[in-house]
């Protein structure tokens, strides 16, 4: 997958927080298509709750993660690949294997 860290540096700053959320989530899943898997991203943001939760069901595996919304607004700010990082983060915790790609590298600088 072809990823700019200019361009994402400036969404991050231009992009409200649910927005860039759900940009990262499409990222993610080109990423998990390019490596010839078929995922289903599932991922729960209401606008009351303080946490947003998802699931990725990738070749036939269930990756669970939660995460503060207060958490990803100062990841937002702080780089503009740090929310990938904190969710893949997540998925390998929960035995997620990740391999080599351009845009996991700019994600876990």
Same mark, same amino acid.
């Given at each position: 997958?072809?990823?700019?860290?200019?361009?994402?540096?400036?969404?991050?700053?231009?992009?409200?927080?649910?927005?860039?959320?759900?940009?990262?989530?499409?990222?993610?899943? &080109?990423? *998990?298509?390019?490596?010839?898997?078929?995922?289903?991203?599932?991922?729960? $943001? #209401?606008?009351?709750?303080? %946490?947003?939760s998802g699931s990725f069901?990738?070749?036939?595996?269930?990756?669970e993660f939660s995460l503060?919304?207060?958490?990803? &607004?100062? *990841?937002?700010?702080?780089?503009?690949?740090?929310?990938?990082?904190?969710? $893949? #983060?997540?998925?390998?915790? %929960?035995?997620?294997?990740?391999?080599?790609?351009?845009?996991?590298?700019?994600?876990?600088?």
């Open positions: 997958m072809n990823t700019s860290g200019m361009l994402r540096g400036y969404l991050a700053k231009v992009m409200d927080q649910e927005s860039f959320f759900f940009h990262v989530i499409n990222c993610m899943e &080109k990423q *998990l298509v390019d490596w010839g898997s078929d995922p289903l991203l599932l991922f729960n $943001w #209401e606008k009351k709750e303080k %946490n947003v069901i990738i070749d036939g595996f269930l990756y503060g919304k207060e958490q990803l &607004k100062l *990841l937002q700010q702080r780089s503009p690949y740090a929310v990938d990082r904190m969710i $893949w #983060e997540e998925l390998i915790s %929960n035995g997620f294997v990740l391999k080599e790609s351009s845009y996991i590298d700019k994600a876990f600088m």
